[in-house]
């Protein structure tokens, strides 16, 4: 298994300001995946971050607004950028422990709660 | 396209009744699926994965059916309980698809 741990657990923020949400693992992983979910949805990957290459962003989501470090197998960083109050949503980091997703189960971090004012 | 949908999308029951979850997928070539739970403005819980081989995954009051060729899957919550009163997400790994796809989730209140 893997506990994450992620800051802030919340934060309410100024539009135009920028957010960086830190993630934390208890054990090294490849595979490390940041999500977004908007109030009433549910979750939509943002991104997918493994060690040693870039982040790859999924249809939607682009590197200016969303950056993404991954400086070691046990932490990411997620910054939300040049908030606007669309941005208000639950942010969530997440790891696999196999080489793919669907090889084993994957597990989630409390998530950051960010609303944009 | 390859989506999850879970239905209904909200749903109450008395303390004590059983409850049945639905998910319903539209491509049977998958690795795995699994359900989570989520209590309001936390993160996710993993309660059972079931790998594309298997029909079924128990975890104490907890059983997930799968059946692939009519892209379904159904959780089972024995004697419900007030804390068992959260939103149940289903989760899909795809086929050709590095990452899992997600219902919109079952939220559940068990009445005391």
């Known amino acids: 298994s893997a506990v994450i741990s992620q800051k802030p657990s919340r934060d309410i923020c100024q539009r135009g300001t920028s957010l960086t949400i830190q993630c934390q693992v208890d054990?090294?992983?490849?595979?490390m995946f940041w999500y977004r979910q908007q109030p009433g949805q549910s979750l939509t990957l943002i991104a997918t971050a493994n060690q040693g290459s870039e982040a790859t962003y999924e249809s939607g989501f682009v590197i200016d607004k969303f950056p993404i470090s991954r400086p070691n197998l046990t932490f990411s960083t997620l910054t939300v950028s040049n908030m606007s109050p669309e941005d208000s949503s639950i942010y969530l980091c997440s790891v696999s422990l196999g080489l793919k997703v669907g090889g084993e189960t994957q597990y989630f971090g409390p998530g950051t709660r960010l609303l944009v004012l | 396209k390859q989506e999850v949908t879970q239905i209904p999308a909200a749903l109450s029951v008395p303390e004590g009744e059983n409850l049945v979850l639905n998910c319903s997928f539209t491509?049977?070539?998958?690795?795995?699926l699994q359900w989570f739970r989520q209590d309001p403005g936390k993160g996710l819980t993993s309660l059972l994965l079931?790998?594309?081989?298997?029909r079924e995954q128990t975890s104490g009051r907890l059983n997930a059916s799968l059946d692939k060729s009519s892209g379904r899957s159904t959780l089972y919550i024995a004697a419900s309980q007030p804390g068992d009163s959260a939103t149940y997400l289903c989760a899909v790994a795809f086929y050709g698809n590095n990452r899992l796809a997600f219902g919109k989730g079952n939220q559940v209140v068990v009445i005391p």
């Open positions: 054990s090294q992983v490849t595979m």
């Open positions: 491509d049977s070539a998958i690795y795995n």
């Open positions: 079931i790998q594309s081989s298997q």
